[in-house]
Nanobody
Framework: QVQLVESGGGSVQAGGSLRLSCAAS????????MGWFRQAPGKEREGVAIIDGDGDTAYADSVKGRFIISQDNTVNTLYLQMDNLKPEDTAMYHC???????????????WGQGTQVTVSS
């Protein structure tokens, strides 16, 4: 059974930092497409950052230069380092993975339950 468990969310003031983690069990993240998404109340879910099986990354324009997606295959965990947080970053953050190595191929196969990030001004 595949499980993705996010952690690291919380409440911070604008300008602060958080590091989100997505620990996987029952599934090897290495070599797969992985991503972070977020959804704020009343808004559609949006992609935040993705990382390909070969390590290539891509970010939403709204987070470029502030967020970094990375992975540690030794602990089968995906991360999202978030710096210079803004109130508009407030949302539930979810990780997701694909069977495919490349993010342009296939659907998102597994999702985590999410971790809440709240940024106050």
């Amino acid at each position: 059974q595949v499980q993705l468990v996010e952690s690291g969310g919380g409440s911070v003031q604008a300008g602060g930092s958080l590091r989100l983690s997505c620990a996987a069990s029952g599934y090897i993240l290495s070599g797969k497409c992985m991503g972070w998404f977020r959804q704020a109340p009343g808004k559609e879910r949006e992609g935040v950052a993705i990382i390909d099986g070969d390590g290539d990354t891509a970010y939403a324009d709204s987070v470029k230069g502030r967020f970094i997606i990375s992975q540690d295959n030794t602990v089968n965990t995906l991360y999202l380092q978030m710096d210079n947080l803004k109130p508009e970053d407030t949302a539930m953050y979810h990780c997701a993975v694909k069977y495919a190595a490349y993010c342009r191929v296939g659907l998102w196969d597994y999702w985590g339950q999410g971790t809440q990030v709240t940024v106050s001004s």
